[in-house]
């Protein structure tokens, strides 16, 4: 099992032709994902050469819109590399054409348009969004819908939800021989469509994710309220991590959303309310692969 992605899953890609798009189409196809065409408008009708995980040359074609690759492929999930400028239209287009699941890998994203696609998928009651600014989702041995490397770790009783796409990157590397159902960076700006808890409560539901990881970063309240949510609803064993211990107060860290204000975000304000949910937290990644390897040796 494992959540929102698997090998049947069938994926198109908005901005395949550029080259982040192409590269990355590349290393999704020889993660074994099941591409199946690609979205420009300015190059329909054309199609791009590939190579699929068995060595062999696969054309993808290249479709006019969203809505038509979907018609014409029985595409259910999509992934945008688009510039910030165009992205939010490349998400609305996704959107309005109904597509089931959405990564938005796209980085700079002006928090006016993700508040503005966001609340139109949100209307449209159709759509799960992944990001923006997220490394994107990784069933291991099924499907990559992302940039992450997916020869890290192979497939196991872990879930894990991520603001950070390199702590998501190093949590899988540290505890590869275990390995993961699925792992979802989530994205680390002010608003995204997937949040932890929507991450924790279809891990809780999905029975071969036996534990747990959930990383999160200073600012915002997101890892509060999942906390509060693993409280009342979550019955696996929980591990995490919050980065951002030695952040100065008042400064913006990397992510757009990782910004404190007071006592409000930081990371032992976090770790606090975690762990009175009965989260173990580590201080370091290191430290909670170790949780982590404890609880599983436990179950």
């Not at 938005?104 to 348009?113: A, F, K, L």
């Not at 696609?117 to 159709?126: E, N, R």
């Not at 534990?211 to 999942?226: K, P």
């Not at 173990?280 to 290191?286: D, E, F, R």
Request: with cysteine; charged share 20%; proline share 5%.
């Amino acid at each position: 099992m494992s959540i929102y992605l698997n090998k049947d899953s069938k994926v198109i890609v908005q901005g395949i032709t550029g080259g982040e798009g192409s590269k990355h189409t590349a290393r999704m196809l020889a993660a074994g994902t099941q591409v199946v065409g690609g979205v420009n408008a300015r190059k329909a009708g054309t199609t791009v050469s590939h190579t699929a995980k068995d060595g062999s040359t696969v054309e993808l074609p290249v479709f006019g819109s969203v809505a038509e690759a979907m018609a014409e492929t029985g595409a259910d999930t999509s992934i945008v590399f688009v510039p910030p400028a165009f992205a939010k239209d490349a998400v609305i287009e996704a959107v309005d054409a109904g597509i089931g699941l959405l990564v938005v890998i796209t980085e700079g994203i002006p928090v006016q348009d993700s508040a503005e696609f966001w609340a139109h998928a949100k209307a449209k009651g159709t759509t799960r969004i992944i990001g923006p600014n997220c490394p994107g989702i990784i069933t291991p041995d099924e499907s990559l819908v992302g940039i992450t490397p997916a020869n890290i770790t192979g497939k196991g009783p872990i879930g894990l939800v991520s603001k950070s796409g390199t702590l998501t990157y190093q949590m899988m590397f540290e505890l590869r021989d275990i390995g993961f159902s699925t792992a979802i960076g989530i994205g680390g700006d002010p608003i995204i469509g997937t949040t932890h808890i929507d991450a924790l409560e279809a891990f809780e539901a999905d029975p071969e994710t036996k534990a747990i990881v959930m990383i999160g970063e200073i600012g915002g309240d997101a890892e509060e309220r999942a906390a509060d949510f693993i409280k009342a609803n979550v019955t696996k064993p929980v591990v995490g991590y919050v980065a951002g211990f030695t952040a100065p107060e008042g400064k913006t860290m990397g992510h757009a959303g990782a910004i404190v204000s007071g006592s409000s975000g930081t990371a032992e304000a976090k770790q606090v309310a975690l762990e009175a949910a009965g989260v173990k937290v580590g201080k370091t990644p290191s430290e909670t692969a170790r949780l982590m390897r404890e609880v599983i040796e436990s179950l």
